[in-house]
């Protein structure tokens, strides 16, 4: 071995460090919101009436096929804007869709996953992809498929990070049918923490805090490892299993 490939061995120890410490800072956030709203993320969504249950996956696919129209298009009009901006934007949208109950909360939740998915491929963007790459569009619409930061760890945030995407793997479309699901038993726990009577408001813009900081942290991870996939020649497979050794490491 060079001196060379020491040093790039020992580079990608360090970046994997970095993305496992952003990994199990995203998990802690949802922890703290389950604390504040004194319940367990299991029992939220049976907070919700039957009529939304029935609807949320289907609500949550045309919400994440507005959200990838809209956040696309307004990339040429808006600029990307920094992490913290875009969780005081969406802390501020979930103190509104809190205030009126679950009305208020079913209108927000559609321009809440917009920007969360614009914020997505921002991230995307810091990591050198370009966002209206269709492989990279997919990649953003997969970070929705991590476990969400209500829920407990059964390996999916680790999952979706092995997945592989590619242009012959199928259309934006069959993505979305494949991330809605589980972004529905996400979306509705959210919505069921805005529902609390009294503290809606704040239990909304507490939520929306928790799910743009974790989503943003885990869309750092998932382009990050793709990054260094691409700069040391290592697949994505050997860097994700690194990756969750480091996580347990920590």
Not at 5 to 31: C, S
Request: proline share 4%; aromatic share 4%.
């Amino acid at each position: 071995m060079t001196g060379t490939d020491l040093v790039e061995v020992v580079d990608i120890d360090l970046e994997l460090t970095a993305l496992a410490r952003r990994h199990k800072g995203a998990g802690g956030l949802g922890l703290q919101v389950l604390n504040f709203v004194g319940g367990q993320a299991e029992n939220l969504l049976e907070r919700l009436p039957d009529r939304v249950k029935d609807r949320l996956e289907d609500a949550t696919a045309r919400a994440l096929n507005v959200a990838m129209r809209a956040a696309s298009q307004s990339r040429g009009l808006v600029p990307d804007q920094k992490g913290w901006l875009n969780t005081a934007m969406t802390t501020a949208m979930g103190a509104m869709g809190g205030a009126g109950g679950l009305p208020t909360a079913l209108a927000e939740l559609p321009v809440t996953t917009t920007v969360l998915l614009r914020t997505i491929q921002g991230i995307a963007f810091q990591h050198g992809f370009n966002p209206d790459d269709p492989d990279v569009q997919k990649e953003c619409l997969l970070v929705f498929g991590s476990a969400g930061p209500l829920a407990a760890d059964d390996g999916a945030d680790m999952a979706f990070l092995s997945a592989r995407v590619t242009l012959t793997g199928g259309t934006v479309h069959g993505l979305i049918a494949r991330v809605a699901p589980r972004l529905a038993t996400v979306l509705g726990q959210k919505l069921a923490t805005q529902t609390i009577p009294v503290i809606g408001a704040v239990a909304g813009a507490a939520t929306n805090y928790a799910y743009t900081s974790y989503y943003q942290e885990m869309a750092h991870v998932h382009f990050g490892l793709r990054r260094l996939s691409e700069k040391s020649g290592r697949t994505r497979a050997e860097l994700v299993e690194d990756l969750r050794g480091a996580i347990n490491a920590l």
